[in-house]
């Protein structure tokens, strides 16, 4: 089993499971730097997982933010390690809707550009 975009060179490849994310942060980050709109990302640490730098490409692309992501990417060696950095305010995540979900609903991370389908459109 391989986790990833469905790139690889295999003759066959079959979807498991989705794995959806959400751009979310903790509250007390928000009271340091705004982040109100796309824009704002620009300054921000990109917290992900050395497999998800990629992703973070594809979100910046997406709302048109002209930056590096590799620049302001902040790679950890593990997604428990993407999360707590994430709790401890240390930067902005992509995080699989699951999870986020949970510390949303404990206040510890929310996502500050919305809520709804829009906001949770990285699928894959």
Known sequence: MQWG???WPFRHKQLLIRDDKCLVCAPSLLKRKALAEPQDLLHHRLLCTELSVYLWKQVLEHFDVDTVAERQAMPLDSQASQIEATLQGLGVALMSED???DHM???ELVQPLG???SASW???
Request: charged share 15%.
């Open 105 to 107: 609903a404990t206040g």
């Open 99 to 101: 999870v986020a979900r």
């Open 5 to 7: 975009f469905g790139q």
């Open 122 to 124: 990285i699928r894959h």
């Open 115 to 117: 809520t709804g389908p």
